[in-house]
Every structure is written in C-alpha cells, then in structure tokens.
C-alpha cells in the first residue's frame, strides 16, 4: 500500500525527497540517533550517522517494500539499526564503553525495559512541566550539551541568562522528580 | 560533562523520541540546512561513484537510479562558460546570512536547483550580469527512474545593468577615509571607483583592493538603498567561499582597523594551527590532570583530525565539552590545562593548551571574543602578549571608560597554575587613594583593598560594569546582583558610587521569581526590564533602556525598542476572517512565538510570506495570541 505520504514524494529527485524527509522528520531522527550515540558518538558522528539514514531513505522510498507503509515507523526503524551499527563500531576497540543496550528490547529485560520507559516518561513529563523556555535550555544544554552561547543565539537570550535559565531549571527539574517519588539516588 | 537526570533519556523508544523532538527540536533551522547539504553531497556522490563512464546531456539513462546529478555538473560546466560572474551572482543571491544580500558558502551547493518541470531552453548569455540563471537537471524519481532531461535556462529579469562610471581603484586608505562617513555613506560616495557587479536581483557590487581585501556592497537597483558594505579579507565574490561572519565588517558601522588587526592576528593563528597538518602528524595524545592524577590518552588518525578541525574552527573553544567528551568525561575546570600533543613526522613537536577561554598554541596565547548580540562589544581576536606571571595589574580607571567584562584578558601564573582574567576587574578610581577595587568573576563579589586588607563590598554580584553614574567626574560600579528577600530570590541592579561611598538600588520591580512580573538586569551598561513571560526571546522582551541617578534615586529610562522580524504569513480579509495583517517571528527568537502587525505599516510595499522587516516599537502586549506591539513607530522592509 502506498500511503499518502508516499504518494506526495513520488516523482520528486532524490535531493527533492531528501529535503521534504528532513523537513518533516528530521528532528524525529536525529532525536533517536543522537539518544542512541550520546554516549560515545561525537557530533561528527551523529550527523553523519543522520545523514546516512536520510540518504538512503531518499534513494530507495521509491524502490524498496521497506518504505512502503508507515514513512515515520519505517524511517525510526531505519534509524534504530543504523545508530545501533554506529554504535558497535564506535565502540570497537574502547573496552572502557559500556556495552550497547541494543538488546533492551530482548524478552529477558521486558520488566527492566518497563522500569526504565516509565522513569523516561516521567522525566519528560517534569521537564515539558518546565515550560519553555526553561525545557529547551535545560534539554539543549544537558542533553544535546551545547554550549550556552550558541543556546543564546538560538533562543534569543545573552549566554548569561541561559545560564541562568538552565541552572534553576535543572534545579526545578530535581524537585518536580522527587515530587514524583523519583530521587536523584535513583537515577 | 555534568551528569543529571537527562543522561536517564538514552535509548529511548520512538513515541518518547517524538514527544523528546517535540519538547525541543534538535535541529534549527541552519543544523537542518547543513544536513540537508550534506545528504544532497552523498547522494550526488553515490550517483558520480556509480555512473562515472557515461554521460549524456540528452536521452535516457538506462540505470534505475537517477542520473541528475551528473548532468547538474555538466551543465554547471556549460553555465561555467557562460559567465562566471552570473554564477556568482547567483550565490550571492541566495544568501542565508543576516545581511540580506551578503554572500555565503554554505548556500553555495544550492546554486544548482533540481526538479522534476520541463523547462524549455529559452537563451544562454553569459556577458551581462543583469540576469539570474536556474540550472535545472530533469530527473523522474518514480518507476523508471531515468533521466530524460536537462536543460539550462537564462530567465530575464528586471533589473538594469549597473552603470560602470569609476576609473580608479579602490585603496585602504580611502575606504578608511569614506568609512568615517558612518551611516551617511552611500553608493555616490563610492562612484570614482571602479567596481563589478556580481549580483543576482539586486545590485552586489565587488571592489577589490590591492591591499588583499575586498567591499561587497548591496544595493537595490534604481535606489540609493544600500543594504550592506561589508569588507572581507582577499578576493571574494567567486564561487564556493566560505563566509563567516567573523570575517566581515560592514564599514558604516564596524571599525576598519579593528577589523585589519583581528585579520590580521586570526590568520597568523590559523597558519599556526594549519601548519600542523593531520597528514604529518606521527603521534598524538591528549593530556590532563584530574583529581592528583596525570591521564594520558593517545589520539587514533580519526581523532586526530577531529581534534584538529574543531581547533581551526574554534569548536574546541565554545564546545569545548562536546569534543572533549570524545575522549573521556573531564572535570570541567581542571586545576591544569589539558593539553594535547602533537609528534610530527619530522621530529618536531606542538603542544596547544586550553586556559579558560584561551588558547596556547607553543607557548603563545591567544583569545578569541565572540560578539553575541547587537549590544555586546564587536567581535576580536586577540594575540595574548602580557603575561604578567603572577604581578598584580591594576587598571588605571579613565572617567568616561566603560569597562567590558570579557575584553582585555590577561594571563596569571601562580606556580605550575595558570588562570586567565579580565585585567580591567582590578581597577583605580581617581582621587580614591591606595584602594584597589577588583569583582572577582569567580566568587561574584566586589572587593575592595585598601593598604593590603581586603573587604568584600557585595557579595552575589552577578556583573559588573564601570562608568561614570552621577557626572561627579568618578567611575562608579553598576551591578547586577541577586538579592533574597522574604525568602524570595530576585536580581536588582545596584550602583555603587566608591568615591562618595554611597549605594543606590533601582526601585520599582527588580525582584525576580517564578510568580513576579519582571526583573532588570544590566549588560554592556545597557538596561533591560524583563517581563517574566520568559517565553518570549530576551532581545525584544521587556523593555530596553539606561539608568540614571537623580537626587538620591536610580532611575530607570525607557528606550525604543528594534527587532528584527521575518513575515511568515499575510492574512488577508476572507469571508471567515475579518483581519487584514502579517503574523512574524521575530528574527532571533524561536518559532513557535508569533507577533500580529497591521498591514498599514507596509504600504506601498510588496511584502510577502519570507519578508524581513525592522520594527521599532516601545512595548509588547502578551495578553493575546499572536502578541501584538505597542507603540509603533516605524516599520521597515529590509529584505524580501
């Protein structure tokens, strides 16, 4: 079955899919790159890592059953299993790295894999109840760990108050936590 | 890197990687550009790696992927021939920096557009530069996949041949002179000179200087509108260069000889940094001391490179972290700088180090400072040459001085320790005998040294500014400091007049909390009350303005406020809708943020969807979705 989605990027170039991919996705992407290499990828690795996925999607989503169905189900897919590969092979050869939770999902770790969805759902939730835009700072700046300076410019703030922003929002965070019977210790 | 409770967000299954992407996108609208650059760049470079031996211009290619990018470069040869100086007018036109016109290489790549349309072959001048090409490959991404088509087109526009009336060349010392004209100066200032113009719609007129720089001026044909007068180093203006805007002035505006010298000490930098060439390098290794300890970690050829290209590019200086996160979790102020080590293959050796926010590369330091908004201090690059190893530098304190926290640094050594500072936080006031006043960046105090005792006059002070308050011929201290009260944390500006050692608070708000309405806060001596509604961009929330003391009281003066806004939709009057207005972002803030403005501020003029307009304004109203401004006084088209 070709969907709607698909039908709209038939008859599109490459780079014309490419562009209307990113548009729609990217950031769903790279989220589920960059949550994936975080750890042991450098920026480098995951924008090239991103960048892998959208060109394959734009060479192939006229040609492969892959693409055929649900576009955003199939392009998280994608993503998954090329962060995971990333992943093995940025971790070769660094015993130090902790070895990749790509079988979380395997049946043995189901009531773990609960536990920790529901620990990240709840952190969500305590950041989103930040509001912005306390949420975006404290996201960009301990998650994606930009520097305050360019979350200045893209928030329209002096790197001064991001700084600001962020660490009361941090500090906000610990509270609405605890508020929700998760403790620091716990993490 | 810090650890907390986001580190938890790992791994995280799709629903909550969406629900993550909606919360806070990860990519702005440049990350995305550059991604989307650097996807066209693998696709055209799978299609090159697979269909190098043949090339045709017409008839089908019989593999089922598409072949557009293959005749993209053939006809971008062919467009090539056709005049250079088109093409280049075409980058210039599709410009992404802030300057409306002004040229860039991360638009370059898009210079070749591709779509699926048949385009009929109309005429190829290359001689005038009053014309825009589209270059357009045909390719059919559906089921067959071939190639049927590529066709080069020259569309006509509107615009007239600029008229070519200098004989003479353009020199330094007269830019120099024209350039103390300031905003005053225009294109008939610049009519003797001989220039090329190079743009695409509008006028981009290239005078380079034998001195090795170049002016790219903006203009609108058939106006006296300049947009922008930028001056760059070298010849540009060609094809595939890269723009940053750290390598550009506008002359109205910006000062020439700054400019020359910070050129001048990057590029001695950036041969430094160049001269170390991955290529020639035997052996690296970073280097760091943590907790007592001395940690050695030896670089493979990828982190070479990385290491090195974010050094070139500054990365390792604002995103110090991230690359450093490559190798291992750092404590993020070590006692020592870390210090990577190259061993060329020639024997010899390079070290470069981090202090703060310096650089040494073999000993010589070096700071890079950034400009962050149109209220800081311009951007500079400075070559570190004091180094004062421990001596106390005082700064003599001149009367109208003011005193910019992240200029003039200067490195201290106390032992195996080095540490940067600002050199103007230790000052002298005149008339104020043996005291030294210093703010101590580190432990937000002011303090104050009198025949060597110290005594901390504020505690909790956020920054600290220097100048002349009450005209008394004195510097005083203009601060911004927390302050708790009732159990309540706020921020108050405070003015600290040392000579008649009396303290003044602005009154009226200044308490800061979740709940209050607004704060003020001080940055490069200007004044900003901030309304709570943090959701708005801090540039143009609240009101911006300066503080003044009259009698016993700080006083706080509202100014007129200036944004930047780009139009992202024109409503119009429908039968549903009775409004007939614009809705804008503002040019700097976030998305998500949308701002209502009456269309009779535009008239007379085409503004569309993409438009960038200047609004002054004195405040703004959040009570209703889209905001709207209050007291317009003026709105400008600047682009679009």
């Keep these: 079955m070709i969907n709607k989605e698909n039908a709209a990027l038939e008859g599109k170039s490459p780079p014309e899919t490419a562009a209307a991919l990113i548009s729609e996705y990217g950031n769903y992407v790279y989220t589920i790159v960059f949550s994936r290499l975080r750890s042991c990828g450098t920026s480098e690795d995951i924008e090239e890592c991103v960048s892998d996925i959208f060109i394959e999607a734009a060479r192939d989503i006229g040609s492969s059953e892959f693409f055929s169905g649900d576009l955003k189900a199939a392009l998280g897919t994608l993503a998954k299993r090329r962060a995971i590969n990333y992943y093995k092979r ?46 975006e700072i404290l996201l960009l700046k301990y998650y994606y760990c930009m520097s305050a300076g360019d979350i200045a410019k893209r928030v329209g703030m002096s790197s001064r108050n991001v700084q600001k922003h962020a660490e009361r929002a941090l500090g906000r965070l610990g509270e609405l936590l605890e508020a929700r019977g998760i403790r620091r210790n716990d993490l | 890197m810090k650890r907390t409770e986001l580190d938890r967000l790992e791994n995280i299954d799709d629903e909550l990687a969406e629900k993550l992407a909606q919360l806070c996108p990860p990519l702005d609208a440049s990350a995305e550009e550059k991604l989307l650059r650097r996807v066209k760049k693998g696709l055209a470079d799978e299609v090159e790696f697979e269909y190098e031996p043949e090339v045709t211009v017409s008839g089908a290619d019989p593999y089922q992927k598409p072949g557009w990018r293959r005749f993209a470069s053939t006809a971008a040869a062919v467009l090539l021939i056709a005049g250079l100086c088109v093409a280049g007018g075409l980058i210039m036109r599709k410009s992404s920096r802030s300057s409306p016109e002004a040229p860039s290489a991360a638009s370059a790549s898009d210079g070749t557009s591709y779509s699926t349309n048949r385009l009929t072959d109309t005429e190829a001048s290359g001689t005038s530069a009053d014309t825009s090409v589209t270059l357009t490959g045909t390719a059919d991404a559906t089921e067959t996949k071939a190639v049927t088509n590529a066709v080069l087109t020259t569309v006509k526009k509107e615009k007239q041949p600029f008229e070519h009336k200098g004989t003479r060349v353009l020199r330094m010392n007269e830019l120099t002179e024209l350039a103390k004209k300031g905003e005053a100066l225009t294109l008939a200032d610049l009519k003797d000179y001989v220039c090329q113009d190079i743009g695409g719609s509008i006028y981009v007129l290239k005078y380079y200087m034998p001195e090795g720089y170049t002016l790219l001026v903006g203009s609108e044909p058939g106006t006296d509108k300049v947009y922008y007068m930028n001056l760059y180093r070298g010849n540009k203006g060609g094809s595939g260069e890269n723009y940053s805007p750290e390598e550009s002035i506008d002359i109205r505006t910006g000062s020439i000889s700054d400019f020359i010298s910070t050129v001048n000490k990057l590029n001695a930098f950036k041969d430094k940094i160049n001269a170390i060439a991955p290529e020639n390098v035997a052996k690296a290794s970073y280097n760091y001391y943590s907790e007592g300890e001395n940690y050695v970690i030896e670089l493979d050829r990828g982190q070479i490179n990385t290491a090195l290209t974010a050094m070139k590019e500054f990365k390792l200086l604002y995103e110090k972290e991230n690359v450093q996160e490559m190798l291992e979790t750092l404590e993020k102020y070590n006692s020592k700088p870390a210090k990577w080590i190259f061993e060329m293959n020639d024997g010899t050796r390079k070290e470069i180090s981090f202090v703060e926010d310096c650089i040494c590369i073999d000993g010589e330091y070096w700071v890079f400072e950034k400009k962050y908004s149109d209220n800081s201090p311009v951007t500079r690059f400075n070559n570190l040459t004091t180094d004062l190893y421990g001596s106390s530098y005082v700064h003599e304190f001149s009367d109208q001085e003011k005193c910019y926290l992240l200029f003039d640094k200067i490195l201290f050594k106390e032992g195996e320790y080095i540490y940067s500072e600002n050199y103007k936080s230790r000052v002298k006031i005149k008339d104020i005998e043996n005291t030294i006043f210093e703010y101590c960046f580190s432990d937000e105090t002011l303090r104050a040294e009198k025949n060597g005792i110290e005594t901390t006059l504020f505690d909790d002070v956020l920054n600290c500014y220097i100048l002349n308050m009450n005209n008394d011929n004195h510097a005083d201290f203009c601060m911004t400091r927390r302050v708790t009260e009732n159990g309540i944390t706020g921020l108050r500006i405070t003015v600290y007049d040392a000579y008649n050692n009396k303290t003044y608070d602005l009154s009226g708000g200044g308490e800061y909390d979740y709940w209050c309405s607004y704060f003020y806060t001080i940055d490069n001596i200007v004044v900003f009350e901030e309304p709570h509604d943090s959701a708005v961009p801090f540039e143009s929330n609240g009101t911006m303005g300066s503080i003044a003391i009259n009698g016993d009281k700080l006083e706080f003066t509202k100014e007129e406020q200036v944004v930047g806004a780009e139009v992202t939709e024109v409503r119009r009057d429908s039968l549903l809708i009775t409004t007939n207005d614009y809705l804008l972002k503002l040019a700097y803030g976030r998305e998500y943020i949308s701002f209502e403005l009456p269309m009779s501020y535009t008239e007379g003029y085409n503004v569309k969807e993409g438009t960038s307009l200047l609004i002054r304004f004195a405040s703004i109203d959040t009570s209703s979705y889209p905001y709207h401004f209050n007291g317009i006084t003026s709105v400008t088209v600047i682009a679009g």
């Design chain 1, 90 to 135: 940025l971790s070769a050869g660094n015993s130090k790295r902790t070895a990749l939770t790509d079988d979380m999902d395997s049946g043995e770790n189901i009531l773990l894999n609960a536990e920790r969805r529901d620990i990240q759902r709840q952190i969500l939730g305590a950041v989103e109840a930040l509001g912005k835009p306390d949420s």
